[in-house]
C-alpha cells in the first residue's frame, strides 16, 4: 500500500513533520513503513518561467536563444527543444539548481547540477526542462510532448516553485500492511493510524446527499443470484456525462500513487478506490440490455472478453455482473469491452459490491488475471464500505460538473454485517503488557481510532470495518502500539508455573541410552515388521511363545508380515551388514517395542514392551556384555547383585555361554553368545554377544534416588579364601553366601582367580576372593572378623565347597 504524504497531511491537519519523522512514528504504532520515496529529493531551484523572446542562434541552425522571464528577472537560456515558443510557460532551472536525469528519463543519484555557461559561444543562464527531467514521465503527464519542453497551463504563476505546481513536492510511502488490517488498505484508513499517531484530529471528507429528483429503479434492475459470493451490491446512475481532464489537485494525488489520470469520470472511480479501499466500476448504460443486472455464477466453459481486448475461459465458481442477455463483467477482477466506457457515453451505471475475496482470488488464478481491484477484493472488504464510497462518487460527479446524479440507489444488502462489541477490561491489558496505564488513557486511545465505548455495558464497540479486533488481546494490542511499544519495560510474565518435564519412564530410557553410549554402543533403529521365516533363522522351536505373532492384514510382501515378539533379528541384520562391510569392531544397541498379542485371533490390542537391546562382535566377550549390563542396572538405580540364570531356555544363544539376567526375584532380560548356527544363518563368521533388558521390568525397579554415605576413618581388614569347588556351583552361588553371611563389617569382595588343571580333582575347579571388611564406627577386633568368616566357611560347606589345602 503507498499513500502520499500531502494527501494524509490534508486529511490530518495538524499534521507537521518530515517525512522520516512520519515513517519512524507510523512504525512504532503499527503500520510498518517499508520505504518512501521523495519525489523532489533530486529537484532545487526550479520556478514558472515563461519565454518572452526568441532569436535564432547565430552559430547552431537547431539552438535558438531565448529571453526568459523568471518573475525575479529574466534570464537568457539557450535550447534546442523543438517547441519552444514566445509566450510559453515552462519549468526553468536556475543557475546552481538540480534536475533528477536526462530528458531521455534516466535518472541520475543525486541528480544532475545545472550551472551557467556558453552554448556555441553564447551565454546559458539555466536550462528549460522536459517532464522527465522532472523525474517524471509521459504517463503521468500525458499532456507531455515526446521529446521537448514541458508546457504549462496560461495560468502558471510566473517565478513560482514548479515542483510545488506540477504537484512533485511530495514523499510516496510504501506500507507493509497484514491481511487482517484491511481498513489500512486506504487512504481514510492510514490517515485515521496517523492522526491517532501523532494525536491530531482527523478529518474525512464530508460526503454530502447527491441526486435529482428521479428515481433509479425507472432506470435500471438489479439480483443477486449468488448471495453466498455477494455480499453487497450498490448502484448509481449517472445521466449527461461531459468528459473533461480532473481538476490539478486530484491529478496530483493519483499520480502519486502511480495512477495515470484519463478524465474526469475514471479518475473519480480511481480516486474513490484510492481513498476508500472501495473498488468501483462504471458501465455504459445504453449497452446493459433489458436495463437489468444480474449477479450470477459463470457457466462451465462460458467465454468472455475482458477490457484488456483478451477472451477468457471461465468455470462455474467465477462470479460474473451480467446484463438481461450477456456478461458484461468478471465481479471484482474487469469489466467486458462489451460495456466500457467511451467518449460517447452519456448515462453511466455506477457499480461499487463487496464480493467474496476468497472467490475473487481463486477466480483471478483460473483466468490468469490480476487487478488493482481484485487485490482489494481478496483482502475481505466490509459491506459497509460499498455505499459510501458510492455516495463519496457521486458527490464528486456533481462538484466536477461530470453529470446529473438520479436519485436514490440500488442496495441489495440481505445480511447486514454489524460491530462487535468486547468487554473493557484494563486490567487485563495491564497484565498482559506489563504495563500501568489507566484506563481512562486507554479509552483515549480508542477513541483515536473511531472505538466506541458503552460506559453502562463497559464495552468497546468495534465498528465492522476492524475486522481484526475480536477479544481482549486485541485490544491489549491497540493499547501498546498508541502508549508506544519504546515507553513499555521490561517485565517477566506473569501466571501459574508448571512443573514441566519429562515422565520418569522418559528419564530412564534417557539414561539408558546415555549408558550405552559411554560403553561405546552406537545406536541403531530396525523395523517393527518382520518374516515369519525369522524364528527358523533364531532356531525358535515351533511350539515356542514367540511363534505367536500379530499378523499384518495388507502387509507389504511376506518378509514384513507379522509384528516382532523379539528384538533380535533386527540387531542380527544391523551386525551381519556391518560384517559383511568389513567393519572390525561393532556395537549397536536399540530400544524399540516388540508386539505380544493378548490372545489369538486378536480382540484387544497387542502388549508392546520396550526392549533395550545391544549386540556386539570383535573386541569383547560375554564378560565385557555382562559389564555393560552390570553398569547399567548400577546407574539406573537397581543396585541389589542380580543373579544369571544359565539354564534358561534360550534356543538362539550358545547353551554354555548364556544366562537369564534376574534381579529381585524376577527375570528382566537376558544375555550370551549367540548360538554358532544362529551367527551362521546371519553370515557372522565371529562369535557375536547380545543382550537384551525389558524396560518395564527394570523401569519399575529403577530409582534415581541416591543415598551417599560418608567416608569412614577406620582401617580395611583383607582376608583371602581360596576354595576348591565343584564345577556345577557357580561363582554366583559362591557370591550369594557373602551376602547372606558375611555381616555388616563385609565391604566388597573380588575374584581374583580360577584354576582348573592337574592339581585340582576332576569335576572341580580352584576359586580363589579377597574379602575386604571395615568398620565404620570403630576399629575391628580380631573376633569380629572371625565371627564374620566362620559363618561364611559354614555356608560354603553347606553347598559342598572346600577351602583349599
Not at 504495563?435 to 466506541?452: C, S, V
Not at 549390563?629 to 554354555?656: C, M, N, S, V, W
Amino acid at each position: 500500500m503507498n499513500t502520499s504524504l500531502k494527501w494524509i497531511k490534508a486529511l490530518v491537519p495538524g499534521l507537521d513533520c518530515g517525512v522520516q519523522e512520519y515513517v519512524d512514528a507510523m512504525t512504532l504504532s503499527g503500520s510498518k513503513v517499508e520505504g518512501y520515496e521523495q519525489l523532489d529529493a533530486d529537484l532545487d531551484k526550479i520556478v514558472v518561467g515563461q519565454v518572452t523572446k526568441i532569436e535564432k542562434h547565430p552559430d547552431a541552425d537547431k539552438l535558438v536563444i531565448c529571453q526568459v522571464n523568471v518573475g525575479s528577472e529574466t534570464l537568457q537560456i539557450v535550447t534546442g527543444a523543438p517547441n519552444v515558443f514566445e509566450g510559453a510557460k515552462v519549468p526553468v532551472v536556475l543557475d546552481g539548481g538540480r534536475v533528477a536525469g536526462g530528458h531521455d528519463g534516466t535518472k541520475t543519484p543525486g541528480g544532475i547540477k545545472i550551472k551557467k555557461g556558453k552554448l556555441r559561444g553564447v551565454e546559458s543562464s539555466g536550462m528549460m526542462c522536459s517532464i522527465e527531467e522532472l523525474g517524471s514521465n509521459r504517463e503521468m503527464f500525458p499532456d507531455a510532448p515526446e521529446n521537448g519542453l514541458y508546457i504549462f497551463d496560461e495560468d502558471a504563476p510566473v517565478g513560482e516553485n514548479a515542483v510545488a505546481y506540477l504537484g512533485l513536492d511530495d514523499s510516496v510511502v510504501e506500507y507493509e500492511i497484514t491481511s487482517n488490517r484491511v481498513d489500512c488498505f486506504s487512504v481514510l484508513g492510514i490517515a485515521r493510524e496517523a492522526a491517532a499517531t501523532f494525536h491530531k484530529e482527523f478529518v474525512p471528507p464530508v460526503v454530502t446527499e447527491t441526486g435529482n429528483n428521479e428515481d433509479v429503479n425507472d432506470y435500471i434492475k438489479v439480483s443477486v443470484k449468488d448471495q453466498d459470493l455477494c455480499s453487497r451490491y450498490t448502484a448509481r446512475v449517472v445521466k449527461n456525462i461531459k468528459f473533461a481532464p480532473s481538476p490539478k489537485w486530484m491529478q496530483e494525488r493519483l499520480r502519486a500513487h502511480g495512477i495515470r489520470p484519463i478524465n474526469n469520470l475514471v479518475d473519480i472511480t480511481n480516486y474513490v478506490m484510492e481513498e476508500y479501499g472501495q473498488p468501483m466500476h462504471a458501465y455504459d448504460l445504453d449497452t446493459i440490455e433489458g436495463k437489468e443486472i444480474i449477479v450470477r455464477r459463470a457457466a462451465a466453459g462460458e467465454k468472455f472478453v475482458t477490457l484488456d481486448g483478451q477472451e477468457r475461459q471461465l468455470d462455474e465458481n467465477v462470479l460474473m455482473i451480467c446484463d438481461a442477455k450477456k456478461a458484461v463483467g468478471i465481479a471484482g477482477i474487469m469489466g467486458g469491452e462489451n460495456s466500457m466506457i467511451t467518449d460517447h457515453v452519456t448515462t453511466m451505471l455506477f457499480e461499487a459490491a463487496c464480493f467474496d475475496g476468497t472467490n475473487i482470488r481463486k477466480s483471478g488464478k483460473r483466468i490468469g488475471l490480476r487487478t488493482d481491484a481484485s487485490a482489494k477484493f481478496e483482502k475481505g472488504l466490509d459491506p459497509n464500505l460499498a455505499m459510501e464510497a458510492m455516495n463519496r462518487a457521486c458527490q464528486l460527479v456533481e462538484e466536477l460538473g461530470v453529470g446529473e446524479v438520479v436519485g436514490g440507489a440500488v442496495d441489495i444488502y440481505p445480511v447486514k454485517r454489524e460491530g462487535v462489541k468486547i468487554p473493557f477490561e484494563p486490567d487485563k491489558y495491564n497484565k498482559l503488557l506489563g504495563t500501568d496505564i489507566p484506563a481512562g488513557d486507554m479509552i483515549g486511545y480508542f477513541k483515536k481510532i473511531d472505538l466506541g465505548y458503552d460506559e453502562a455495558t463497559n464495552e468497546i464497540l468495534v465498528p465492522s470495518w476492524r475486522q481484526d479486533l475480536l477479544c481482549d488481546a486485541d485490544m491489549a494490542e491497540e493499547v501498546a502500539r498508541f502508549y508506544g511499544y519504546d515507553k513499555i519495560g521490561t517485565s517477566l510474565p506473569s501466571g501459574e508455573s508448571t512443573a514441566g518435564g519429562k515422565s520418569f519412564k522418559l528419564r530412564m530410557e534417557e539414561k539408558a541410552r546415555e549408558i550405552a553410549e559411554f560403553c561405546g554402543f552406537s545406536q541403531a533403529m530396525t523395523y517393527s515388521f518382520e518374516s515369519p521365516k525369522v524364528f527358523d533363522k533364531l532356531l525358535i522351536p515351533e511350539d515356542s511363545k514367540w511363534r505367536k505373532t500379530v499378523v499384518i492384514s495388507n502387509p507389504l510382501g511376506e518378509d514384513y508380515s507379522i509384528m516382532r515378539t523379539l528384538p533380535l533379528n533386527g540387531m542380527l541384520t544391523s551386525l551381519s551388514t556391518n560384517f559383511g562391510r568389513r567393519n572390525k569392531d561393532v556395537r549397536l544397541y536399540e530400544m524399540g517395542n516388540i508386539y505380544l498379542p493378548k490372545q489369538l485371533p486378536l480382540t484387544e490390542l497387542p502388549e508392546e514392551r520396550m526392549q533395550l537391546t545391544f549386540g556386539m562382535y570383535g573386541d569383547g566377550d560375554f564378560f565385557t556384555m555382562k559389564g555393560v549390563i552390570e553398569e547399567l542396572l548400577y546407574q539406573t538405580g537397581l543396585r541389589k547383585k542380580a543373579q544369571y540364570d544359565p539354564h534358561a531356555e534360550l534356543p538362539f544363544l550358545h547353551p554354555g555361554r548364556k544366562a537369564a539376567i534376574v534381579y529381585d526375584g524376577a527375570v528382566i532380560g537376558y544375555l550370551g553368545e549367540v548360538h554358532p548356527t544362529v551367527a551362521a544363518n546371519y553370515a557372522i563368521k565371529e562369535r557375536v554377544y547380545i543382550a537384551v533388558i525389558d524396560m518395564p521390568e527394570m523401569v519399575s525397579r529403577a530409582s534415581f534416588d541416591y543415598k551417599y554415605e560418608g567416608i569412614t576413618n577406620f582401617p580395611v581388614s583383607s582376608r583371602d579364601l581360596s576354595m576348591v569347588v565343584p564345577k556345577n556351583i557357580l561363582v554366583g552361588d559362591i557370591e550369594k553366601v557373602f551376602e547372606e553371611n558375611g555381616g555388616k563389617y563385609l565391604e566388597n569382595y573380588e575374584l581374583f582367580d580360577v584354576y582348573e588343571g592337574e592339581q585340582i580333582e576332576k569335576g572341580f575347579k580352584s576359586v580363589a576372593y579377597s574379602l575386604k571388611f571395615r568398620g565404620k564406627d570403630k576399629n575391628l577386633e580380631e573376633s569380629d572378623i572371625t565371627s564374620a568368616m566362620d559363618k561364611i566357611l559354614s555356608g560354603l560347606k553347606n553347598i559342598g565347597i572346600q577351602l583349599r589345602g
